[in-house]
């Protein structure tokens, strides 16, 4: 019987060897999910070029009936449109992976610097979007799993889907409606005053995000002008999501709640505010941070309709002044840059959940 029971004991040798095998399945995850980002960029590059150039070559489309056929035909020679499509194609590839993205047509500014300087405008409503959406998100889901099929439950179930459904201009004309004409709180449009907006140019802080180079350089002034006319275009963006995040946690806590160990806990008497807060919570946060990446991409879409609604002068508000001007070499550069965005934080967001939670693996 004893020999049954006893088995051989395994080599000190094998131990370091599993450890590492374990180690290894992440660093393959991660390896995995890093690669992904090049094809996806690629994928969307590729199909922003080709159709653009459905409509014709660029030049065309942003100066055709605004030059004399001659000086249009000297335009696309020099800019190599006359080319075969192709080699416009992979030219623009590697100019791409070195930064070149070209020149604007319709006003001859460098791309480069047009997405350094408005890219950081809209990554600051983003994230200022996506704060408001987790504030809002994750305590009333909290609230509607906890008074499961009560009244309040329905009404926030409601409220989600009205969050989600509403349209981001309407929500903001609606907001500034309320709050700027009506009430008179929050500024109507803009990303700052004028006073605010020369000191930030002449500050040129580090991260271009205003409301954080305000508050580095200590002018308090211009920090809660920044906030203030940031609340309206977040929260109108940040509803957006809001929806999405309230049901989900509502489902995954009510998952929670009806797992063996918090039924122990109940039954031993632990109060179901703290089974709430500190055993159904934690494991609802997986999947929110597995969606958010996905949010990412949805609130940048968003940018576009926020930034044009509340002027708010970032890449959303220069993709429609360029759709409009027909200048597609500016419209591929922001798509491209929006791209690089989206798969970059899809991959910190799978870094970030494969760390919580170790069956995130392939």
């Not at 030049?59 to 192709?86: C, E, K, S």
């Not at 949805?298 to 360029?322: D, M, S």
Request: net charge positive.
């Amino acid at each position: 019987m004893t020999a049954l029971i006893d088995l051989p004991a395994e080599p000190a040798a094998q131990l370091p060897q599993r450890k590492n095998k374990a180690g290894g399945s992440l660093g393959k995850y991660l390896l995995i999910r890093f690669a992904l980002i090049f094809p996806t960029i690629l994928i969307l590059v590729t199909m922003v070029f080709f159709l653009m150039r459905l409509t014709g070559d660029p030049i065309t489309a942003a100066l055709g009936g605004r030059l004399p056929p001659d000086q249009l035909a000297i335009r696309i020679h020099q800019a190599g449109y006359d080319r075969p499509i192709f080699i416009q194609y992979f030219e623009y590839l590697g100019q791409m992976v070195t930064g070149n993205f070209g020149r604007t047509i319709s006003d001859n500014l460098p791309i480069a610097g047009m997405l350094a300087t408005y890219g950081t405008a809209t990554l600051e409503l983003a994230v200022n979007s996506l704060v408001v959406a987790l504030l809002i998100g994750i305590p009333f889901g909290m609230m509607a799993a906890s008074k499961r099929d009560k009244f309040q439950d329905a009404a926030l179930r409601v409220l989600a889907i009205l969050f989600y459904a509403t349209p981001v201009f309407f929500a903001g004309l609606l907001l500034k409606l309320i709050f700027s004409i009506w009430l008179g709180w929050l500024p109507v449009a803009g990303r700052a005053t004028v006073q605010t907006e020369i000191f930030m140019t002449q500050l040129a802080g580090p991260t271009g995000i205003y409301w954080l180079d305000a508050l580095r350089s200590g002018n308090m002034d211009a920090f809660w002008d920044v906030v203030q006319h940031s609340v309206l275009p977040a929260v109108a963006l940040g509803f957006l999501t809001a929806g999405i995040f309230l049901r989900l946690v509502r489902t995954n806590v009510i998952g929670t709640l009806s797992k063996d160990y918090v039924e122990a806990g109940r039954s031993r008497g632990v109060s179901e505010y703290r089974l709430l807060t500190k055993h159904a919570f934690k494991p609802a946060l997986i999947p929110i941070i597995t969606v958010m990446g996905l949010q990412i991409a949805l609130l940048l879409g968003g940018a576009v309709l926020t930034e044009t609604t509340f002027e708010w002068k970032g890449l959303g508000f220069q993709l429609a002044h360029y759709l409009t001007a027909r200048d597609f070499v500016a419209v591929q550069g922001i798509v491209a840059l929006l791209a690089v965005i989206v798969a970059l934080t899809n991959f910190i967001v799978d870094v970030i959940a494969a760390l919580i939670d170790p069956r995130v693996r392939y």
